[in-house]
T-cell receptor
Framework: QKEVEQNSGPLSVPEGAIASLNCTYS??????FFWYRQYSGKSPELIMF????GDKEDGRFTAQLNKASQYVSLLIRDSQPSDSATYLCAVNMRSGYALNFGKGTSLLVTP | GAVVSQHPSRVICKSGTSVKIECRSL??????MFWYRQFPKQSLMLMATSNEGSKATYEQGVEKDKFLINHASLTLSTLTVTSAHPEDSSFYIC??????????FGPGTRLTVT
């Protein structure tokens, strides 16, 4: 079983701070990496995807990938209370594009 | 972005009955759809991969005779939970790939078996 590991949290940060979410994966053959946000009782919504080593920025979000270390992270700058949710890391399992999800990290942004 | 719908959003059924959940891609054709299940405080677990016009591929541990999947067209896949039991109560989520292989999730179906 290929594993995707995340710290379950909760991670608590004050409003305006940077939230750092981490994820490791076991399958060296993984090609695509995704971060989803999931509010309680709702379906996941895609925040970002990253395919290549390095950083990828989109607004307040930055994804970082290090394939040698099998590590992917998500930084959220200027965190807002509305960012409070569970963040799921996912990697592709096979060429059929099904996703293998981590258990998620619960983020709480306090006003 | 592309839209995937699911119906119903919530369903309560009695133990031993069957429930059908529909997943539709509203504005694109999806050759592949995926069915996931999420128990409380757990992550999404892939149940099966559904390809239009062919049999679904089930993940290890998922009973294909209990969870019947039909992908009759490029915009519709259905999941039927047969002879449902309380342990089948879960959040069922489908997703679909468009031609660019980006994956879109439906809003999910909350199944409660009493």
């Amino acid at each position: 079983q290929k594993e995707v590991e995340q710290n379950s949290g909760p991670l608590s940060v004050p409003e305006g701070a940077i939230a750092s979410l981490n994820c490791t994966y076991s399958d060296r053959g993984s090609q695509s990496f995704f971060w989803y946000r999931q509010y309680s009782g709702k379906s996941p919504e895609l925040i970002m995807f990253i395919y290549s080593n390095g950083d990828k920025e989109d607004g307040r979000f930055t994804a970082q990938l290090n394939k040698a270390s099998q590590y992917v992270s998500l930084l959220i700058r200027d965190s807002q209370p509305s960012d409070s949710a569970t963040y799921l890391c996912a990697v592709n399992m096979r060429s059929g594009y099904a996703l293998n999800f981590g258990k998620g990290t619960s983020l709480l942004v306090t006003p | 972005g592309a839209v995937v719908s699911q119906h119903p959003s919530r369903v309560i059924c009695k133990s031993g009955t069957s429930v059908k959940i529909e997943c539709r891609s509203l504005d694109f054709q999806a050759t592949t759809m995926f069915w996931y299940r999420q128990f409380p405080k757990q992550s999404l677990m892939l149940m099966a991969t559904s390809n239009e016009g062919s049999k679904a591929t089930y993940e290890q541990g998922v009973e294909k005779d209990k969870f019947l999947i039909n992908h009759a067209s490029l915009t519709l896949s259905t999941l039927t939970v047969t002879s449902a039991h309380p342990e089948d109560s879960s959040f069922y989520i489908c997703s679909a790939n468009d031609r660019e292989s980006e994956q879109y999730f439906g809003p999910g179906t909350r199944l409660t078996v009493t």
